[in-house]
Protein backbone atom coordinates (compact mmCIF):
# COMPACT_ATOMS: atom_id res chain seq x y z
CA UNK A 1 0.00 0.00 0.00
CA UNK A 2 0.97 3.35 -0.77
CA UNK A 3 -0.04 6.87 0.17
CA UNK A 4 -0.53 9.64 -1.92
CA UNK A 5 -1.66 13.53 -1.70
CA UNK A 6 -3.90 14.55 -3.78
CA UNK A 7 -2.95 19.14 -5.41
CA UNK A 8 -6.07 19.73 -3.79
CA UNK A 9 -5.20 17.93 0.22
CA UNK A 10 -7.31 14.52 -0.31
CA UNK A 11 -5.56 11.63 1.08
CA UNK A 12 -5.61 8.00 -0.94
CA UNK A 13 -3.80 4.52 -0.42
CA UNK A 14 -3.11 2.86 -3.70
CA UNK A 15 -2.71 -0.79 -3.59
CA UNK A 16 0.48 -2.51 -5.25
CA UNK A 17 0.84 -6.50 -6.42
CA UNK A 18 3.83 -8.02 -6.93
CA UNK A 19 4.37 -12.00 -7.49
CA UNK A 20 6.34 -13.95 -4.41
CA UNK A 21 6.84 -17.27 -3.47
CA UNK A 22 5.61 -16.42 0.34
CA UNK A 23 5.26 -14.02 2.86
CA UNK A 24 5.63 -14.12 6.69
CA UNK A 25 3.57 -12.25 8.94
CA UNK A 26 4.98 -10.51 12.21
CA UNK A 27 3.22 -13.84 14.52
CA UNK A 28 6.15 -15.95 12.07
CA UNK A 29 9.21 -16.90 14.09
CA UNK A 30 12.51 -17.33 12.79
CA UNK A 31 12.04 -21.04 12.63
CA UNK A 32 8.85 -20.56 10.65
CA UNK A 33 10.85 -18.52 7.45
CA UNK A 34 13.83 -20.68 8.27
CA UNK A 35 12.21 -24.40 7.94
CA UNK A 36 9.58 -22.89 4.80
CA UNK A 37 11.92 -21.75 2.54
CA UNK A 38 15.73 -22.16 3.53
CA UNK A 39 16.00 -25.64 5.03
CA UNK A 40 16.37 -27.32 1.35
CA UNK A 41 19.55 -25.64 0.78
CA UNK A 42 21.52 -27.37 3.16
CA UNK A 43 21.26 -30.76 1.50
CA UNK A 44 21.69 -29.16 -1.78
CA UNK A 45 24.85 -28.16 -0.39
CA UNK A 46 25.86 -30.95 0.73
CA UNK A 47 25.52 -32.36 -2.40
CA UNK A 48 27.93 -30.49 -4.10
CA UNK A 49 25.64 -27.37 -4.97
CA UNK A 50 25.72 -23.92 -4.77
CA UNK A 51 22.91 -22.28 -2.59
CA UNK A 52 22.61 -18.94 -1.17
CA UNK A 53 20.30 -16.91 1.29
CA UNK A 54 20.07 -13.14 0.59
CA UNK A 55 18.74 -10.88 3.57
CA UNK A 56 17.65 -7.74 1.71
CA UNK A 57 15.73 -4.63 2.81
CA UNK A 58 16.08 -0.94 3.89
CA UNK A 59 18.13 -0.31 7.74
CA UNK A 60 16.42 -1.11 10.50
CA UNK A 61 14.45 -3.66 8.73
CA UNK A 62 15.60 -6.91 10.55
CA UNK A 63 17.86 -8.49 7.89
CA UNK A 64 20.66 -8.84 10.94
CA UNK A 65 18.48 -10.25 13.72
CA UNK A 66 17.16 -13.01 10.95
CA UNK A 67 20.50 -14.15 9.04
CA UNK A 68 21.68 -14.74 12.61
CA UNK A 69 18.75 -16.88 13.42
CA UNK A 70 18.99 -18.93 10.00
CA UNK A 71 22.51 -19.71 11.03
CA UNK A 72 21.62 -21.32 14.13
CA UNK A 73 19.38 -23.59 12.59
CA UNK A 74 21.67 -24.16 9.59
CA UNK A 75 24.21 -25.53 12.09
CA UNK A 76 21.42 -27.77 13.44
CA UNK A 77 20.91 -29.37 10.20
CA UNK A 78 24.67 -29.42 9.51
CA UNK A 79 25.03 -31.52 12.73
CA UNK A 80 25.44 -35.39 11.27
CA UNK A 81 27.13 -34.26 8.63
CA UNK A 82 29.88 -33.36 10.93
CA UNK A 83 31.48 -36.99 11.10
CA UNK A 84 31.66 -37.63 7.21
CA UNK A 85 32.17 -34.18 6.23
CA UNK A 86 35.43 -31.45 6.24
CA UNK A 87 33.15 -28.11 7.35
CA UNK A 88 34.75 -24.81 6.61
CA UNK A 89 33.16 -21.10 7.17
CA UNK A 90 34.68 -18.17 6.08
CA UNK A 91 32.85 -14.80 7.23
CA UNK A 92 33.86 -11.84 4.87
CA UNK A 93 32.66 -8.40 5.36
CA UNK A 94 33.02 -6.19 2.77
CA UNK A 95 33.51 -2.58 3.39
CA UNK A 96 33.56 1.06 1.44
CA UNK A 97 37.50 0.09 -0.05
CA UNK A 98 38.33 -2.86 1.33
CA UNK A 99 36.93 -6.41 2.08
CA UNK A 100 38.05 -8.35 5.59
CA UNK A 101 38.06 -11.50 6.78
CA UNK A 102 35.99 -11.16 10.44
CA UNK A 103 37.69 -14.53 11.60
CA UNK A 104 41.64 -13.62 11.12
CA UNK A 105 41.24 -9.65 10.35
CA UNK A 106 43.26 -10.05 7.26
CA UNK A 107 42.37 -7.98 4.11
CA UNK A 108 40.77 -10.16 1.59
CA UNK A 109 40.87 -9.76 -2.38
CA UNK A 110 37.73 -11.67 -4.68
CA UNK A 111 39.55 -12.59 -7.74
CA UNK A 112 38.96 -14.99 -10.71
CA UNK A 113 41.68 -17.11 -11.17
CA UNK A 114 43.22 -18.55 -14.56
CA UNK A 115 40.63 -21.34 -14.59
CA UNK A 116 37.76 -18.95 -14.21
CA UNK A 117 37.59 -20.23 -9.79
CA UNK A 118 37.07 -17.28 -7.34
CA UNK A 119 39.19 -17.11 -5.02
CA UNK A 120 39.28 -15.31 -1.59
CA UNK A 121 43.19 -14.14 -1.30
CA UNK A 122 43.77 -13.69 2.12
CA UNK A 123 41.41 -15.45 3.95
CA UNK A 124 41.99 -18.33 5.90
CA UNK A 125 38.60 -20.65 6.49
CA UNK A 126 38.10 -21.69 9.79
CA UNK A 127 37.31 -25.71 9.98
CA UNK A 128 34.80 -26.40 12.36
CA UNK A 129 34.47 -30.30 13.97
CA UNK A 130 31.07 -29.67 15.34
CA UNK A 131 27.64 -28.02 15.09
CA UNK A 132 29.11 -25.70 18.68
CA UNK A 133 32.00 -24.29 17.19
CA UNK A 134 30.05 -23.48 13.83
CA UNK A 135 27.89 -21.51 15.83
CA UNK A 136 30.41 -20.01 17.79
CA UNK A 137 33.12 -18.99 15.22
CA UNK A 138 30.31 -17.19 13.35
CA UNK A 139 29.18 -15.17 16.15
CA UNK A 140 32.71 -14.33 17.17
CA UNK A 141 33.07 -13.25 13.49
CA UNK A 142 29.72 -11.27 13.43
CA UNK A 143 30.80 -9.64 16.81
CA UNK A 144 33.63 -7.76 14.46
CA UNK A 145 31.08 -6.01 12.14
CA UNK A 146 31.02 -2.61 11.78
CA UNK A 147 28.31 -0.99 13.25
CA UNK A 148 27.11 2.97 13.83
CA UNK A 149 24.79 4.28 15.59
CA UNK A 150 22.12 6.37 12.62
CA UNK A 151 18.45 8.04 12.82
CA UNK A 152 16.93 4.93 11.75
CA UNK A 153 19.14 2.45 13.75
CA UNK A 154 21.30 2.47 16.78
CA UNK A 155 23.09 -0.25 15.52
CA UNK A 156 22.88 0.06 11.81
CA UNK A 157 25.49 -2.24 9.99
CA UNK A 158 27.49 -0.18 7.87
CA UNK A 159 28.68 -3.05 5.46
CA UNK A 160 27.60 -6.41 4.09
CA UNK A 161 28.88 -9.73 5.30
CA UNK A 162 29.31 -12.88 3.66
CA UNK A 163 29.64 -16.36 5.62
CA UNK A 164 30.17 -19.05 3.59
CA UNK A 165 29.99 -22.23 4.64
CA UNK A 166 31.87 -25.00 2.65
CA UNK A 167 31.09 -28.64 2.55
CA UNK A 168 33.11 -31.67 1.24
CA UNK A 169 32.98 -35.34 1.85
CA UNK A 170 35.80 -36.84 3.48
CA UNK A 171 36.26 -39.53 1.32
CA UNK A 172 36.41 -36.91 -2.01
CA UNK A 173 38.68 -34.39 -0.30
CA UNK A 174 39.88 -33.13 -3.69
CA UNK A 175 36.27 -32.56 -5.07
CA UNK A 176 35.03 -29.14 -5.19
CA UNK A 177 32.66 -28.07 -2.09
CA UNK A 178 29.27 -27.62 -1.97
CA UNK A 179 29.14 -24.03 -1.24
CA UNK A 180 25.98 -22.20 1.29
CA UNK A 181 26.06 -18.47 1.40
CA UNK A 182 24.19 -16.80 4.18
CA UNK A 183 24.08 -12.63 3.34
CA UNK A 184 23.50 -10.06 5.56
CA UNK A 185 23.45 -7.17 3.30
CA UNK A 186 23.90 -3.42 4.70
CA UNK A 187 20.44 -1.42 5.25
CA UNK A 188 19.30 0.64 1.72
CA UNK A 189 19.12 3.87 2.88
CA UNK A 190 17.20 7.23 0.75
CA UNK A 191 17.84 10.91 1.36
CA UNK A 192 15.96 11.26 4.67
CA UNK A 193 17.60 8.28 6.02
CA UNK A 194 21.23 10.13 5.67
CA UNK A 195 20.19 14.05 5.88
CA UNK A 196 21.99 13.67 9.37
CA UNK A 197 25.40 11.75 8.83
CA UNK A 198 29.08 13.38 9.43
CA UNK A 199 30.74 13.03 6.18
CA UNK A 200 32.18 9.24 7.16
CA UNK A 201 28.06 8.32 7.17
CA UNK A 202 27.77 9.79 4.20
CA UNK A 203 30.84 8.15 2.68
CA UNK A 204 29.57 5.04 3.74
CA UNK A 205 25.87 5.39 2.14
CA UNK A 206 27.41 6.09 -0.83
CA UNK A 207 29.06 3.07 -0.91
CA UNK A 208 26.16 0.88 0.55
CA UNK A 209 23.98 2.30 -2.03
CA UNK A 210 26.15 1.86 -4.95
CA UNK A 211 26.75 -2.10 -4.10
CA UNK A 212 23.30 -3.07 -3.70
CA UNK A 213 22.18 -0.79 -7.14
CA UNK A 214 25.20 -3.12 -8.95
CA UNK A 215 22.97 -6.03 -7.00
CA UNK A 216 19.78 -4.90 -8.60
CA UNK A 217 21.05 -4.69 -11.79
CA UNK A 218 22.71 -8.20 -11.81
CA UNK A 219 19.13 -9.32 -10.67
CA UNK A 220 16.90 -6.85 -13.37
CA UNK A 221 19.84 -8.68 -15.66
CA UNK A 222 18.79 -12.57 -14.01
CA UNK A 223 14.93 -11.81 -14.92
CA UNK A 224 15.15 -10.05 -18.36
CA UNK A 225 17.05 -13.18 -19.82
CA UNK A 226 13.78 -15.13 -19.57
CA UNK A 227 12.04 -12.95 -22.61
CA UNK A 228 15.34 -12.16 -24.02
CA UNK A 229 16.21 -14.29 -27.35
CA UNK A 230 19.83 -12.65 -26.91
CA UNK A 231 23.02 -12.25 -25.14
CA UNK A 232 21.99 -10.48 -21.70
CA UNK A 233 25.66 -9.01 -19.27
CA UNK A 234 25.06 -9.85 -16.13
CA UNK A 235 27.22 -7.07 -14.48
CA UNK A 236 28.59 -9.05 -11.35
CA UNK A 237 32.06 -7.72 -11.47
CA UNK A 238 31.38 -4.38 -10.81
CA UNK A 239 31.48 -5.27 -6.99
CA UNK A 240 33.36 -7.68 -4.71
CA UNK A 241 29.79 -8.76 -3.79
CA UNK A 242 27.79 -9.77 -7.12
CA UNK A 243 31.40 -11.24 -7.92
CA UNK A 244 31.59 -13.65 -4.73
CA UNK A 245 27.79 -14.81 -5.32
CA UNK A 246 28.19 -14.80 -9.10
CA UNK A 247 26.46 -18.54 -9.48
CA UNK A 248 23.60 -16.95 -7.59
CA UNK A 249 23.04 -14.50 -11.23
CA UNK A 250 24.30 -16.22 -13.72
CA UNK A 251 22.21 -18.27 -16.52
CA UNK A 252 24.22 -21.14 -17.03
CA UNK A 253 25.99 -22.98 -14.54
CA UNK A 254 28.99 -25.80 -13.73
CA UNK A 255 27.07 -26.88 -10.83
CA UNK A 256 23.10 -26.99 -9.50
CA UNK A 257 22.50 -23.22 -7.82
CA UNK A 258 19.16 -22.18 -5.61
CA UNK A 259 18.95 -19.22 -4.17
CA UNK A 260 16.60 -17.43 -1.20
CA UNK A 261 16.17 -13.73 -0.97
CA UNK A 262 13.98 -12.89 1.75
CA UNK A 263 12.77 -9.33 2.24
CA UNK A 264 12.81 -7.43 5.00
CA UNK A 265 10.22 -4.96 5.23
CA UNK A 266 8.92 -1.99 8.33
CA UNK A 267 5.75 -2.32 8.79
CA UNK A 268 5.45 1.74 9.04
CA UNK A 269 3.65 3.65 6.68
CA UNK A 270 6.31 6.33 6.24
CA UNK A 271 9.02 3.65 4.50
CA UNK A 272 6.12 2.10 2.00
CA UNK A 273 7.79 3.47 -0.75
CA UNK A 274 11.33 1.88 0.78
CA UNK A 275 8.65 -1.79 1.36
CA UNK A 276 7.42 -1.44 -2.15
CA UNK A 277 10.82 -0.74 -3.68
CA UNK A 278 12.39 -4.37 -1.92
CA UNK A 279 9.43 -6.10 -3.02
CA UNK A 280 9.58 -5.42 -6.38
CA UNK A 281 13.61 -6.23 -6.72
CA UNK A 282 12.83 -9.30 -4.40
CA UNK A 283 10.03 -10.03 -6.95
CA UNK A 284 12.44 -10.45 -10.03
CA UNK A 285 14.30 -13.22 -8.28
CA UNK A 286 11.22 -15.21 -8.26
CA UNK A 287 10.01 -15.07 -12.11
CA UNK A 288 13.30 -16.00 -13.10
CA UNK A 289 13.85 -18.73 -15.06
CA UNK A 290 16.19 -21.84 -13.48
CA UNK A 291 19.76 -21.97 -14.26
CA UNK A 292 21.25 -24.13 -16.79
CA UNK A 293 23.60 -26.66 -15.69
CA UNK A 294 26.32 -27.25 -18.06
CA UNK A 295 27.80 -30.81 -18.49
CA UNK A 296 31.16 -31.06 -17.53
CA UNK A 297 33.94 -31.50 -20.14
CA UNK A 298 35.07 -34.93 -19.92
CA UNK A 299 38.31 -33.60 -21.46
CA UNK A 300 38.89 -30.81 -19.35
CA UNK A 301 41.84 -31.33 -17.05
CA UNK A 302 40.00 -29.62 -14.45
CA UNK A 303 37.55 -31.93 -14.32
CA UNK A 304 39.98 -35.34 -13.99
CA UNK A 305 39.99 -37.08 -10.98
CA UNK A 306 43.37 -38.31 -9.14
CA UNK A 307 43.87 -41.10 -11.31
CA UNK A 308 42.38 -39.78 -14.49
CA UNK A 309 45.10 -36.40 -13.85
CA UNK A 310 48.01 -39.31 -13.51
CA UNK A 311 46.87 -41.15 -16.44
CA UNK A 312 46.98 -37.64 -18.29
CA UNK A 313 50.35 -36.26 -17.12
CA UNK A 314 51.49 -40.31 -18.38
CA UNK A 315 49.88 -39.59 -21.61
CA UNK A 316 50.67 -35.48 -22.39
CA UNK A 317 54.78 -36.78 -21.92
CA UNK A 318 54.45 -40.01 -24.52
CA UNK A 319 55.13 -42.16 -21.56
CA UNK A 320 58.49 -40.20 -20.31
CA UNK A 321 56.63 -39.26 -17.16
CA UNK A 322 56.86 -42.79 -15.76
CA UNK A 323 55.78 -41.80 -12.05
CA UNK A 324 53.34 -39.21 -11.96
CA UNK A 325 52.46 -39.63 -8.62
CA UNK A 326 55.82 -37.45 -7.99
CA UNK A 327 54.51 -34.72 -10.24
CA UNK A 328 51.55 -35.02 -8.67
CA UNK A 329 51.66 -35.94 -4.89
CA UNK A 330 48.12 -35.59 -3.49
CA UNK A 331 45.20 -34.02 -5.40
CA UNK A 332 42.83 -34.16 -8.93
CA UNK A 333 42.92 -32.57 -12.12
CA UNK A 334 42.34 -28.99 -10.41
CA UNK A 335 45.64 -29.43 -8.49
CA UNK A 336 47.33 -29.86 -11.23
CA UNK A 337 46.46 -27.61 -13.46
CA UNK A 338 47.46 -24.57 -10.68
CA UNK A 339 50.77 -25.67 -10.37
CA UNK A 340 52.67 -22.88 -11.14
CA UNK A 341 55.10 -23.58 -14.50
CA UNK A 342 58.27 -23.11 -12.33
CA UNK A 343 57.00 -25.77 -9.62
CA UNK A 344 55.62 -27.79 -12.16
CA UNK A 345 59.23 -27.89 -14.36
CA UNK A 346 61.08 -28.12 -10.98
CA UNK A 347 59.31 -31.44 -9.83
CA UNK A 348 59.83 -32.74 -12.91
CA UNK A 349 63.74 -32.60 -13.41
CA UNK A 350 64.36 -33.67 -9.96
CA UNK A 351 62.15 -36.43 -10.35
CA UNK A 352 62.81 -37.54 -13.64
CA UNK A 353 66.64 -36.98 -14.79
CA UNK A 354 65.91 -38.44 -18.46
CA UNK A 355 63.83 -35.31 -18.99
CA UNK A 356 65.64 -32.51 -19.77
CA UNK A 357 64.72 -28.25 -19.12
CA UNK A 358 63.32 -27.97 -22.73
CA UNK A 359 61.15 -30.82 -22.51
CA UNK A 360 59.97 -29.90 -19.56
CA UNK A 361 58.77 -26.60 -20.75
CA UNK A 362 56.95 -28.27 -23.41
CA UNK A 363 55.60 -30.88 -21.63
CA UNK A 364 53.86 -27.94 -19.19
CA UNK A 365 52.75 -26.08 -21.95
CA UNK A 366 51.04 -29.43 -23.73
CA UNK A 367 49.38 -29.71 -20.60
CA UNK A 368 47.77 -25.89 -20.53
CA UNK A 369 47.10 -25.92 -24.23
CA UNK A 370 44.52 -28.88 -22.87
CA UNK A 371 42.94 -26.53 -20.64
CA UNK A 372 42.66 -23.71 -22.59
CA UNK A 373 41.31 -25.76 -25.89
CA UNK A 374 38.43 -27.15 -23.30
CA UNK A 375 38.37 -22.92 -22.11
CA UNK A 376 37.64 -21.96 -25.57
CA UNK A 377 34.98 -24.69 -25.94
CA UNK A 378 33.20 -24.34 -22.33
CA UNK A 379 32.53 -20.55 -23.45
CA UNK A 380 30.99 -21.62 -26.28
CA UNK A 381 29.19 -24.03 -24.53
CA UNK A 382 27.82 -21.65 -22.05
CA UNK A 383 27.15 -18.50 -24.38
CA UNK A 384 24.52 -20.88 -26.22
CA UNK A 385 23.41 -22.34 -23.06
CA UNK A 386 22.38 -18.25 -22.13
CA UNK A 387 21.06 -17.93 -25.36
CA UNK A 388 18.59 -20.67 -25.19
CA UNK A 389 17.67 -21.11 -21.26
CA UNK A 390 14.43 -20.37 -20.95
CA UNK A 391 12.29 -21.79 -18.33
CA UNK A 392 8.82 -21.50 -16.09
CA UNK A 393 8.46 -18.86 -13.17
CA UNK A 394 10.17 -20.64 -10.44
CA UNK A 395 12.58 -19.38 -7.84
CA UNK A 396 16.33 -19.58 -8.94
Known amino acids: ?25 GEDDTETVYFESCSPLVHF ?24 GIFSYVTQDLAPFFATHDIHLSVIEIQAGKNVDLLTGNEVQVVEDVTGELKLQGCDPFECTSQEFLLAAFQEAASQRVTKSTG ?9 MIARISIVSKESRWAKPGDFFIVDLAGSENTADSSTHDKSR ?5 FINTSLMTLKDCIRSRAMAATSKQHLHIPYRRSPLTLLLRDCFEIAVKRPTKTVMIACLSPLLR ?27 PNDPNNFDREQALDFLFEISKGQISEPELILPEGDGRTLVHIPEGEFIRRLLETHPNIGEKKAKMIYTAVWKRVVDARTKGRKVMTNAKKISKGPRCAN
Open 1 to 25: MCPKITLSGECSIDPTYVQLDGVFC
Open 45 to 68: AVEGATTCVLCYGQTGSGKTFTTS
Open 152 to 160: RNETSSRSH
Open 202 to 206: QVETK
Open 271 to 297: DSRHTINTLRYASLLAVTPPAKVVAQD
